[in-house]
């Protein structure tokens, strides 16, 4: 499975840079972002923990009003169900491709994004009031979809949601993350 889901990443990768170097840029532009949600463990990693808090930041460089490239972190720190001394958090560091669907004169921009990226894990335990604390590196892929609505002329806000797909030594950590947050163009 693991296989399958890098393969298919990096043919939709590959597929969206032929596409890009076909198109003439329209107008390129910068894209700062943050956001705050929810993260909801899946599969196994769900046996043992609970939802998570989710904040991060992005910044996305538009090639076309289509196409972009983006760089983001999120820190995503799920308790476990168990113990609240005992805490698991992800620090994704990934790169996304994002493709604005076109809308006929909407100004409502639906996306789609994937990436690939390292996830930094912090295992975290409370023993006697002692933090004992555990840390990996791991690659993951990533893949989702949100809607940009405009409220000024350079600002908008961005609901969305993501699939992550950690791949740890014994098997794959999943979980959802579903966002809000606001968009500055520059």
């Known amino acids: 499975m693991k296989k399958f889901a890098v393969l298919s990443l990096i043919f939709m990768l590959f597929s969206a840079g032929a596409a890009l170097a076909q198109m003439e840029p329209?107008?390129?532009?910068?894209?700062?972002?943050g956001h705050v949600g929810y993260g909801l463990p899946l599969g196994n990693f769900s046996d043992g923990f609970d939802g998570a808090f989710v904040?991060?930041?992005?910044?996305?460089?538009m090639f076309t009003n289509m196409y972009g490239l983006e760089l983001g972190a999120d820190w995503d720190k799920f308790p476990t169900k168990a113990s609240s001394d005992v805490t698991w958090q992800f620090i994704p560091v990934t790169v996304d491709l994002v493709v604005n669907l076109p809308m006929s004169s909407s100004p409502i921009k639906p996306y789609i994004k994937g990436g690939v990226g390292m996830y930094f894990e912090t295992a975290e335990v409370k023993v006697l009031g002692v933090k004992v604390s555990d840390s990996t590196n791991d690659f993951g892929v990533n893949i989702g979809a949100g809607i940009k609505f405009p409220v000024a002329e350079t600002t908008s806000i961005d609901i969305g949601a993501r699939f992550h797909n950690v791949m740890t030594e014994s098997e794959s950590s999943q979980y959802m993350t579903f966002t809000a947050g606001v968009g500055f163009m520059f």
């Open 26 to 33: 329209a107008s390129s532009m910068w894209v700062v972002n």
């Open 55 to 61: 904040a991060g930041a992005g910044v996305c460089y």
